[in-house]
C-alpha cells in the first residue's frame, strides 16, 4: 500500500543502539521483504545519514550529561568576587585568596577557589599604576620645552618636576642649553641630600655626558623613554601643556629675564592656588577649605590678572593693602 505522508519511524535498531527520529522525506513504496533500515539508506542521500548520526550523538551526550542531585554549584556572586580578587592581586594564589573569603564570612573550599582563578598570559606582576604610586615620592622628570620671542629668538626652558605632589622643583631658562648648563641646573634642583632615587627623561641630546655623570654622582639612578614616546614621560608633558595653555599663549615674550618672570609668576600660582584632578582637586601645597562662616568670598588676580585665587575673608575686617582684589558681588554674610 502507498503511503503518501511522512513516514515516522520509531525504535530503529541500528548498530546496537535505538534512536527516535523524523525521516522527512516521502515513500512511494516500501518492500517487506527488505530490512527497513536498509531502505531508508536506499531512499536517504549520505549526507542526511550522516546528520542522523550526528544528531543521535548528540541526543545521546544530552542524556549522559543531564543534570543530577550532587554538591551544589557556587554562586554567581562568590565567582565573580573570585575573578575580580584574582585580576586586583595577581601575585595570589588559591591559599591567599580562599583566606580572605573565610574572613569575609564565606564557607568554600580551596579547590573551588583554585576553579574560578584567573590565569593571566604573563607571569604575575604588578601594574604600572601600582609601581608609579610606590615610588611617587622618589620619583622625578626632567624635559625642555621652546618659547620663541618676539625677534624670533628660541628660548629653551628646562623642568624638573616631582612627581609626588606635581611641584615644580626646578626651572631655569637658556638660549644654548648645553651638557654642563643642564648638569649645573641639577646641581641646583638637589642641593645637599634631597635628590630623589629615579630620574625620568627622554634622549635629547642637551643632556650629554656632563648630565648623566652628574646623576650618577648623586646617586640617582637613570630611566630613559623610547625614542619619540612622549607618552611616557606623561606627568611633565601634561605640565608643559599646562604651561602653554594657562600662561604662554597668552603674552609675549621679549627676553630671557622676562620670560622667567612669568615663568616664576605661574609655578607660584601653580603649586599654591591652581586646583589638580591627580590630587583630588587639591593644589600641590595643599590649601585648607574655608567654610562660609569665615566670611565673604574675595578675589585675588595672579599671573597679571590671568588667573585668580579666591578666598574667605572677614566681613568686617578690612582687607590689606597688599591685596589688590575686589569683593565679588554675590557676598555671602556670616550665619548668625
Known amino acids: 500500500m502507498p503511503i503518501k505522508n511522512s513516514v515516522l519511524i520509531e525504535s530503529i535498531d541500528l548498530i546496537g543502539h535505538r534512536f527516535v527520529s523524523w525521516f522527512p522525506f516521502h515513500v512511494d513504496h516500501l518492500n517487506p521483504s527488505v530490512p527497513l533500515p536498509r531502505q531508508i539508506v536506499a531512499l536517504s542521500r549520505h549526507s542526511a545519514v ?22 551544589p554549584s557556587t554562586a554567581h556572586n562568590v565567582r565573580d568576587l573570585i575573578r575580580r580578587m584574582s585580576r586586583a592581586n595577581p601575585g ?11 574572613k569575609l564570612g564565606i564557607d568554600i573550599g580551596e579547590t573551588t577557589v583554585a576553579k574560578y582563578l584567573v590565569h593571566p598570559r604573563r607571569p604575575p606582576s604588578q601594574t604600572w599604576k601600582t609601581f608609579l604610586s610606590n615610588h611617587a615620592q622618589q620619583l622625578v622628570s626632567t624635559d625642555f620645552f621652546v618659547v620663541p620671542t618676539v625677534t624670533f629668538r628660541l628660548l629653551f626652558v628646562f623642568l624638573v618636576l616631582s612627581h609626588d605632589r606635581r611641584r ?55 630611566i630613559l623613554s623610547a625614542p619619540r614616546s612622549p607618552w611616557q614621560n606623561a606627568y611633565v608633558e601634561r ?20 620670560l622667567r618672570c612669568i615663568l616664576q609668576s605661574y609655578f607660584e600660582y601653580y603649586e599654591k592656588s591652581r586646583t589638580h584632578l591627580g590630587l583630588g582637586k587639591d593644589a600641590p601645597i ?23 585665587r579666591y578666598e574667605r575673608r572677614p566681613f568686617l575686617a578690612p582687607v590689606p593693602d597688599s591685596v589688590t582684589g575686589r569683593e565679588i558681588q554675590h557676598l555671602i554674610k556670616v550665619p548668625r
Open 50 to 71: 550522516i546528520a542522523w548520526s550526528r544528531k543521535g550523538f548528540r541526543l545521546y551526550w544530552r542524556w549522559k550529561s543531564r543534570v543530577r542531585q550532587g554538591r
Open 92 to 102: 595570589w594564589g588559591a591559599p591567599r585568596i580562599h583566606g580572605e573569603l573565610l
Open 168 to 222: 615644580v622643583l626646578h626651572f631655569g631658562v637658556t638660549a644654548h642649553p648645553t651638557s654642563e648648563w643642564t648638569a649645573q641646573q641639577l646641581r641646583h634642583a638637589f642641593p645637599w641630600d634631597m635628590a630623589p632615587r629615579f630620574l625620568l627623561r627622554d634622549r635629547d641630546s642637551c643632556y650629554g655626558s656632563e648630565f648623566s655623570e652628574t646623576v650618577t654622582a648623586l646617586n640617582i639612578e637613570e
Open 239 to 258: 605640565l608643559i601643556g599646562s604651561i602653554r595653555r594657562e600662561c604662554l599663549d597668552h603674552v609675549m615674550i621679549f627676553n630671557e629675564q622676562g
Open 286 to 308: 595643599p590649601r585648607p577649605v574655608q567654610p562660609p562662616a569665615l566670611g565673604i568670598v574675595i578675589e585675588l588676580p595672579q599671573v597679571g590678572g590671568l588667573h585668580h
